[in-house]
């Protein structure tokens, strides 16, 4: 046996194990939901819906799933994930639906696609189905990680029509919005290889996510991202009615909220080119997205003026929902993160303990506050999948109990539908 194959083998062995382990030590704290019945995620007002009661999220992020789905030796991870989130409560995970132009890329080229990796996507997607677990979907990154827009400029560049090589020209250059409605369209009508469904039509699929966290730092006044969003928003749309739509959107106020502008983590936040309100103010975007990380935007704060900042953060965006926008709003991402001064573990439980509160209260008041999604849960033996917010949650017992007890208030609201006084103390 080669040195080479003998790690392989190693590492599936030390895969194995992890999975096994897990699973015999979630024995005693697994926590069944009934698999509820497939159907729509739809919208009236500030509030989601399935099958006509209010539907909250309590969800997370796993970034990785379709990578992971490439290879048949990490594909248990996949499965893995999505049999431990359902036995936490979890309903909704958000995940990348793109890869451009990187290794396993979805997209090897503008409209050109691996069917290898398009069929990951297809098994991500039925197995989500199978735990009874709905998707976000984001489109593409803002980022440069599994391509991002800066990819796409790189072929127009490559192909000569390019009107600029600033990684922004990706929201104003007709050619790269050209290719960006390719591949929404063929991601969008896929027909799984597993379901037989187009995407399109599959319920499973919550929404669509039309950037991760865009920015457009050449246009602080916010116009170029509005138009964009504003036309590929209607595109989207013109393809799927079926499912809901969001940006993507950071939650950073922009020109148009100047009475907000002192609620952003700092001047910064104001001339990034987004515009919350403006931006989520679109008759075809469904429910705005907000992410929470006070840990990176205000370093220099102690824990607990991060806390003050998160809460007022959530707060305000709640607000907007329910009196501006009068749509639904999702914490799509937050976390902490291990590299702060001083960290403890036990900071994110208490981290985690505030956010989920908040969501908690709002759900309680029948305000647009309508779930979070934790950055980022991963399993065993996928440490170069990690950055410094992955958690494996069953290997804290109290972190694991904290986020299945908040799916379970939440639970329990949609299935009593009326507003509770108050959180119960006992456990659920």
Known sequence: MSAGNGMLLYSLLGFASCIAFIYMSLGDLSFHFQQPKIGFVERDGIHFFVGGKAFYVNGWNSYWLMDQAVEEFSRPRVRAMFQAAAKMGLTVCRTWAFNDGT????????????????????????????????????????????GGKMQYVKWALEEGIALSSS??????????????????????????????????????????????????MSDASGDTLQDWIEEMARFVKSIDRNHLLTVGLEGFY?????????????????????????????????????????????????????????????????????RELRKPILFTEFGLSNKIKNFQPSDREIFFKAVFDIIYESARKNRSGAGALVWQLMVGGMEEYSDEYGIIPWERPSMYRLIKDQSCWLAEIRHRQVQLKRRPDEPC
């Open 254 to 322: 922009g020109p148009t909220s100047p009475g907000k502008l002192t609620t952003n983590p700092g001047e910064w936040a104001s001339v990034v080119g987004c515009d919350f309100v403006r931006n989520s103010n679109i008759s075809s975007i469904d429910f705005a997205s907000v992410h929470v990380y006070p840990d990176h935007w205000i370093m220099e704060q102690d824990l607990g003026n991060q806390l003050k900042f998160m809460s007022k953060w959530l707060r305000s965006h709640i607000e907007d929902g329910d």
């Open 167 to 216: 990684n922004d020209s990706f929201f104003f250059d007709p050619s790269i919005r050209n290719y960006f409605k390719t591949y929404l369209k063929a991601v969008l009508t896929r027909r799984n290889s597993i379901t037989g469904m187009e995407y399109r039509d599959d319920p499973t699929i919550f929404a669509w996510e039309l950037m991760n966290e865009p920015r457009c």
């Open 103 to 146: 290794y396993n890329a979805l997209q090897i080229s503008p409209g050109h696609f691996d069917e290898r990796v398009f069929k990951a996507l297809d098994r991500v997607i039925a197995e989500a189905r199978r735990h009874g677990i709905k998707l976000i979907l984001s489109l593409v990154n803002n980022l440069q990680p599994y």
